[in-house]
């Protein structure tokens, strides 16, 4: 029962490797093994969204997987969110439109809504509460969040 | 919360996982997507001393065109069959039921054959198996066996599978044209369980009603084939008092628990809001079809 | 406050805290890692009420890689008993174990505690615990509980009522009785929990090289920490550091003394290796202090003219399992007595309320504590009031509100509104609502079938406390003051250290406004830290609407007085008289002379370069602390309206509109006070609508995760309209009024209001919260047998 398993994945870019049980979740394994501490546990029962990450480009819940599902994929946190150029849109339009206060939530909202943007470009009001219907903030009531992703998804697409 | 041990297998063909499930038998779970079994283990309600985790077999996930049939693997995902062009051209009822599914993240890593295999009454492919007269293939070590949806679901949470059988495809006739489809839910925050929800698929011109077939969720055991309903509405059409006497009856033909959320009352009440409302659309879809 | 001229304060500063949160750089507790670090696990009941007969934790030790197992009687014999005082004449004291000795009172509360390598090893070795319960029979009901004499929750209280309180003005019977209308109701407000998204949590270092502790906790309160923990711990106070970083969220259900924070501390101290703790969401559902459950029946009289005469009240509130530190089992039920009678003029009152204990989780402060109920009650009273005199609600509350002439006034408890702009807010929202056009098309609508309507509630808060009142009554700790400490560096920078702790209120950035404006320098040049105790001047923390009046104030009069001293010093370098000196977006300038001027960091410099660069006499250095009381406190205010739609099928509520418009004095960043107001806001819809905590008769927790216990999400919300009044409050250094709370204060008042408006037809007005469309739908049912059929 004390099994350990070695995985190999890239994250953020950068290849990473790690001894894990296979019991490890995979959020554990980022903020313990990795030193990522900025995806948040907050439920581990996949309803608040706080532990939201990339996994091979979609958005995944990561209490939900077992770092030795992780094992030759490819992950994306909130610390892979920026570019060499600076934060990302969302990041800056979240800060623009004051999109969180005590920012726990804020990891999940972000690669939640990257992925929203990723499968629809230009959403609709409707849409964006929709899809950020995934995570939970108890500070923000949402109000500057949708408006940050509306700006954001303009933003993006101006820049195409 | 955190999982117990377990002694852990990813098998990387169906061969090898029905070989583990013959060999552990009840010991056994199996992990698909992980988003029922995933909040299981980290309650630890769930403490199997083996995990099958079929996430590494990539044969398991494919959706096909075959004899008259979609076919679509077991280890599917559901943001696949979301944005797959085939499934919303052939099978809408499908699609859409796959977009009430949760969140687009849950739907990332949840599988049909996982989704199904959990048997929550309340989720939304069930219902749309049962409404489609879907099949599902199982299978274990030694055999394969085939089995209607309806005969596939026993109660709360359990199927006819036994220990050492999995799913591997799920089947949907698409023999039969269907104009109309809709899934109406209700549920009080987007992407919870549906306190009630109604599949619907017609086959109409006009009024004139050639086909119905309707399960409803969350108000039973399993879900539930509302037979007398398709029957009436093959006699009736589908005029608004049509609709609504089905509406109607469709609320006398279930037995929903009370729970938390919602007395068996406001359920049968849902079932009968959820009916008119599934038809309606159904057949509104159905004459934008024709036209 | 002569030289303050803003230019910071009342500007829509983005948030400094958002670099680190937007990049994943934040530290919450569970992000640290000290080096040696042990896990904890608690052991919890699964019986609401038992004697715990037998418990054998030896086998769990003997697991590898576990490092102790403690209960509740070795905890004993390590820390003082928690007893949670107060001078409120009707309160019986009893104590909290920080594990279950002989019994349990509430399923999850903790008899033992597992310290291993790892979390997961830490579960594993629960499971060999070995425990077994007598059970005792379940007081789940307040109403019950309260008439029991032999099922009490503490045998040393000789009674499940742990407290009664009443407020009393003139004749109030005698008034009800005369009086041309009466309105009554039985209000219901159900169980609440404050659903952080970081759960609780904490780090217990203590080194045995020097004797000091450290405690790193998800906490609204460290300074109130660190002086209770050094008492119970028994150590001496300045070996004691409780610091709070980054927190995600409190409410109030981080601000109080927990039972699991003092057994890391005693664990930590045992073993001499830092210990964690991070609660898991099912542990959050049982254990972290909820909120408000109260029955409330009251009566409301008016003149024929629409008056208020009288209004009389009894309250029974659950107070769960324990009474906490410090606050007490006395401040949810004492609060909402001390504030029934709202934003009215109220000539006879009596408001008397009983704290029942029960076999659940303990109640604690929650934001808005009893006055989201008070409002729930009063509003609701108001709007049948104006029901039954064929009033409109506006007139009808714009009629009784208390005056401008009468401030400041004197509610019947005692509590004194400094002033308020209640018709100003009203007359706002109106507009801001078109309320005729508004109510036209609801008619329009409504003789379409549809089922529309409006409501409203206003309400005034206490805030800003000073030491005169106490924030819970009668208890033993004082919470009116606070302190700045402003530190200015050589080379012009300056660090404003204060022992508030926000858990996202945006103090970094809103505090260094204020120093900025205060000292006279750029908002770059301050850097402000909070939340710990080592370096802190004494305070306990953030809660209870104060800390743009108390830290804000204590900022203004550090940054005044350190001004005055840079002036000093910059007018004998630059050799003029300090009062013709100001300072001014970091640089001193010369009045009528905009040539000269000298940046501040040269000032800064001499403070540090010796007696040879500084005025005769004056002491080196620029640094300066500064204490500040309030006293009394002040008073903030707001009314909100909101629009609904039932939707006749599913009876499931839609808020189509929602308008805040709102006082809170002079406003700092009026980015942060919206996302406040809407925060809030949010959490009441969700009160009003969404959310309760259930236990069945056995006292089970029916609602122990997400799944059943329903925070709204972004699509069940709307963008909310907020509108500021600006009124500086006469009683606070720098005007502000202190805010946050109001968002439920007010909503889940007007939502029941705009509900009752929309099902009038069918005479149903809203009594018991929250409104799931199960419990509408057996109320239209009700009210439509014989009716047409929906």
Redesign the interface.
């Known amino acids: ?3 350990q ?1 070695h995985i190999r994945l890239i994250i953020n870019g950068e290849t990473r490797s790690g001894q894990v ?5 995979l959020v ?1 394994f980022l ?2 093994d990795l030193g ?15 532990c ?1 990450i990339l ?1 091979n480009g ?4 990561s ?4 770092a ?2 992780a094992d030759g994929a490819e992950l994306r ?3 892979g ?2 570019g060499k150029d600076g ?1 990302h849109p969302l ?1 800056n339009a ?3 439109h ?1 999109g ?8 999940g909202m ?1 690669m ?1 809504a990257y ?2 943007l990723q ?1 629809n470009p230009t959403p609709t009001e409707e849409e ?19 408006q940050a992703v509306q700006a954001a998804a303009e933003r993006i697409q101006a820049t195409k | 919360m955190k999982p117990p041990a377990f002694t852990y297998h990813d098998p990387t063909s169906l061969e090898e996982a029905l070989e583990l499930l013959r060999r552990y038998g009840e010991d056994a779970k199996v992990l698909a997507g992980g988003q029922s079994l995933m909040p299981l283990l980290n309650f630890r309600l769930s403490s199997p001393p083996v995990l099958i985790d079929l996430n590494r077999i990539a044969a398991l996930a494919y959706i096909r065109q075959e004899d008259g049939q979609l076919r679509i693997g077991a280890m599917t995902r559901q943001r696949t069959i979301e944005f797959s062009a085939l499934v919303r051209g052939r099978l809408p009822l499908l699609y859409e039921a796959t977009t009430l599914i949760g969140h687009l993240p849950i739907r990332t890593r949840g599988t049909i054959g996982g989704s199904l295999s959990h048997a929550d009454p309340a989720a939304e492919y069930p219902a749309v198996a049962v409404a489609l007269e879907a099949e599902l293939v199982l299978q274990n070590a030694s055999s394969t066996r085939v089995l209607r949806a309806e005969e596939f679901f026993v109660t709360y949470l359990t199927t006819a599978l036994a220990p050492d059988e999995i799913v591997v495809e799920v089947r949907f006739p698409l023999s039969v044209s269907t104009s109309g489809w809709a899934f109406a839910e209700f549920a009080q925050r987007h992407g919870d369980f549906a306190l009630a929800g109604v599949a619907a698929v017609l086959d109409a011109n006009g009024e004139q009603c050639r086909l119905a077939r309707l399960a409803a969720a969350g108000v039973g055991p399993t879900p539930i084939r509302l037979r007398t309903i398709e029957h009436m509405l093959e006699q009736n059409g589908l005029t608004e008092q049509s609709i609504d006497a089905a509406a109607e009856k469709a609320a006398e033909l279930v037995e929903p628990d009370q729970d938390l959320h919602a007395s068996a009352d406001y359920r049968c009440h849902l079932v009968r809001v959820l009916t008119r409302r599934a038809l309606r659309q159904a057949a509104a879809r159905s004459r934008e079809k024709q036209q | 406050m002569s030289e303050l001229t803003p230019k910071l304060i009342g500007a829509r500063v983005q948030r400094r805290e958002d670099q680190r949160l937007l990049t994943g750089q934040g530290t919450y507790v569970d992000d640290h890692h000290p080096s040696g670090l042990l896990h904890a696990a608690f052991l919890r009941s699964s019986y609401a009420h038992a004697r715990i007969a037998h418990l054998d934790v030896a086998p769990a030790r003997a697991l590898t890689g576990v490092v102790a197992v403690l209960t509740g009687t070795d905890l004993a014999s390590l820390v003082k008993p928690v007893r949670a005082g107060s001078k409120t004449r009707d309160y019986k004291e009893t104590s909290i174990p920080p594990l279950a000795v002989d019994k349990v009172r509430y399923v999850g509360e903790a008899v033992a505690v597992v310290v291993a390598e790892s979390r997961y090893l830490a579960e594993d070795a629960l499971e060999q615990i070995s425990v077994d319960y007598d059970p005792l029979l379940v007081v789940a009901d307040a109403e019950e509980a309260r008439r029991s004499d032999t099922t009490l929750v503490h045998d040393e209280a000789g009674s499940n009522v742990l407290l009664s309180r009443q407020f009393a003005q003139g004749e109030v019977d005698t008034a009800i009785e005369t009086a041309a209308v009466r309105v009554r109701e039985r209000f219901r407000f159900h169980r609440h929990a404050a659903v952080c998204m970081e759960n609780r949590g904490c780090v217990a270092e203590y080194q045995t090289g020097t004797g000091f502790l450290t405690l790193r906790s998800a906490t609204q309160c460290p300074g109130l920490l660190r002086d209770v923990l050094a008492d119970l711990l028994d150590l001496p106070e300045h070996c004691v550091r409780v610091v709070a970083n980054d927190v995600g969220g409190g409410f109030g259900a981080k601000s109080s003394l927990y039972q699991e924070e003092l057994t890391l501390c005693a664990v930590t101290r045992l073993l001499g290796r830092p210990v964690k703790w991070i609660s898991d969401r099912r542990e959050d559902h049982m254990t972290s202090t909820q909120a408000w459950d109260e029955v409330v029946e009251a009566e409301l009289a008016l003149r024929a003219d629409g008056t208020i005469v009288g209004l009389r009240a009894e309250v029974t509130s659950d107070i769960g399992a324990y009474s906490i530190y410090p606050w007490t089992a006395t401040v949810e039920p004492v609060q909402v007595i001390s504030f029934l009678p709202g934003a009215y003029r109220v000539p006879h009152y009596r408001g008397r309320t009983q704290g029942v204990a029960t076999c659940k989780a303990p109640t604690g402060p929650y934001r808005g504590v009893g006055r989201p109920i008070t409002s729930f009650v009063m509003e609701g009273l108001m709007d049948r009031a104006a029901r039954r005199l064929g009033k409109d609600p506006v007139e009808l509350r714009l009629q009784n509100y208390i005056r401008p002439e009468d401030f400041p006034y004197k509610t019947p408890s005692g509590i004194v509104w400094d002033e308020a702009s209640l018709i100003e807010c009203m007359e706002k929202v109106r507009a801001a609502l078109d309320y005729e056009e508004t109510r036209r098309w609801q008619r329009q609508v409504q003789a379409e079938g549809r089922w529309i309507g409006i409501g409203f509630a206003t309400y005034i808060e206490l805030t800003g406390i000073g030491s005169a009142i106490p924030v819970s009554p009668g208890m033993p700790i004082s919470t009116g003051t606070e302190a700045a400490f402003l530190r200015v560096d050589p080379s012009g920078t300056i660090t404003a250290t204060f022992s508030v702790a926000p858990q996202g209120q945006g103090h970094e950035t809103a505090l260094a406004q204020v120093v900025a404006d205060a000292l006279g320098v750029t908002f770059d040049a301050v850097r402000v830290v909070c939340g710990d105790t080592a370096v802190a001047p004494h305070g306990t923390g953030t809660y209870a609407s104060r800390s743009a009046v108390l830290a804000g104030g204590a900022a203004i009069l550090a940054g005044q007085a350190l001004r005055d001293k840079a002036l000093r010093i910059a007018g004998h370098l630059m050799e003029t008289n300090p009062a013709d000196l100001a300072l001014q977006g970091g640089y001193v300038v010369v009045r009528d002379k905009p040539g000269r001027s000298m940046p501040f960091r040269e000032v800064a410099k001499a403070a540090y370069g010796g007696l040879r660069r500084l005025p005769k006499d004056m002491e080196p250095g620029l640094e300066v602390t500064r204490f500040y009381d309030p006293y009394y406190g002040t008073a903030s205010s707001a009314t909100h309206v909101a629009v609904v739609e039932v939707d006749r099928e599913t009876c499931a509520v839609k808020v189509l509109r929602y308008i805040v418009v709102e006082d809170c004095g002079r406003v700092i960043n009026p980015l942060i006070v919206e996302g406040q107001v809407r925060g809030g806001v949010a959490q009441g819809i969700g009160a009003a609508l969404y959310e309760e905590v259930v236990y069945d008769e056995n006292g089970q927790l029916l609602t122990g995760s997400l799944m059943d216990y329903l925070v709204p999400t972004a699509a069940e919300l709307l963008p909310i309209e907020v509108h500021h009044v600006e009124t500086p409050s006469p009683s606070t250094v720098g005007g502000f009024r202190g805010m946050g709370e109001g968002g439920t204060i007010g909503a889940p008042a007007a939502l029941a209001n705009a509900v009752s408006d929309a099902l009038s037809p069918l005479g149903i007005e809203i009594n018991e919260l929250p409104i799931t469309p199960n419990r509408l739908f057996r109320l239209i049912r009700e009210a439509s047998k014989g009716k047409e059929k929906i």
Do not use: N, W
């Open positions: 029962m004390k099994e398993r049980e296979p019991r490890k979740l554990d903020r313990e990522l501490t900025g995806t948040h546990v907050g439920c581990e029962h996949g309803i608040c969204g706080a939201t996994v979609e958005a995944a819940r209490c939900l997987m077992l030795v599902q946190t909130v610390e969110l920026a934060l990041q979240f800060r623009e004051h969180l206060q005590c920012g726990f939530c804020t990891p972000l939640t992925d929203l499968a964006i509460r929709a899809g950020l219907s995934a995570v939970l903030c108890r500070c923000t009531g949402y109000h500057g969040i949708v």
